[in-house]
């Protein structure tokens, strides 16, 4: 094997610290008003977090087709730049609020709390976040939700899981997409399933498959929906 070298980033070299320490007890602050606004209307909020391409939109979609009977249901969806899903989402049959990010790559408390205003609240009790497609700062920025629901797809291969601990450790329920293309792409779904309970024993894992719709009415209940 040849040998291997690791940089370590020193404290302080990429950011400073305390700026962006005040900028997450900021961004918690505002994460509790909109909880409160939320809990005040009877609305219960999930945040949908994952990569591109790891199925929110669609995931979402399908929640609200067979959910739209039951609840009255609001989407904001995070995009860097288009309004592709926004528009997906108003057309499955919710209320769509696009907010578009720019050079963010995940939404804040406080773009939420702006979002908000625009909605009819009490015409509203269920409120789906899809977040920015990525796996990473997301995780630092609570919203206001009451559940995250993290979306992981076998398309990204076998390390999804183990590379990204913070996001597997905030999550409420972990859904692995996609489970039609486990076999094609060589990934044990079983073994995703075992890497997430490893970094997070409390996280509700289950395979789904949006296009075959499987795992669907599991997730609505991991979801107590
Ligand atoms: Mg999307
Ligand atoms: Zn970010």
């Known amino acids: 094997m040849p040998p291997t070298e690791t940089i370590f980033v020193e404290e302080g070299e990429i950011l400073d610290i305390e700026v962006e320490q005040d900028l997450l007890d900021v961004n918690k602050k505002l994460a509790d008003v909109n909880r409160k606004t939320f809990d005040s209307h009877g609305i219960k909020v999930i945040n949908v977090m994952g990569s591109i391409g790891s199925g929110k939109t669609s995931v979402i979609q399908e929640l609200i087709k067979r959910l739209r009977e039951k609840y009255k249901i609001a989407v904001i969806a995070g995009d860097v730049s288009t ?62 939700e009451h559940l995250k629901l993290v979306i992981v797809s076998v398309t990204e291969g076998p390390y999804m899981i183990i590379k990204h601990p913070i996001m597997v450790k905030e999550a409420d329920v972990l859904a692995i997409n996609k489970i039609d293309l486990a076999e094609a792409m060589g990934v044990n779904v079983g073994k995703l399933m075992r890497d997430a309970l490893t970094i997070n024993p409390h996280v509700r894992t289950l395979p789904i498959s949006v296009v075959q719709g499987k795992g669907i009415e599991e997730l609505i209940k991991a979801l107590k929906l």
């Open 83 to 144: 309004d592709i899903d926004s528009k997906r989402l108003s057309d499955a049959g919710a209320t769509s609020i696009q907010i578009n990010t720019g050079r963010g790559c995940h939404l804040d408390a406080l773009m939420i709390k702006r979002a908000i205003k625009k909605l009819n609240l009490d015409e509203t009790n269920l409120i789906f976040i899809e977040n920015v497609g990525n796996l990473i700062c997301p995780a630092d920025f609570p919203l206001g």
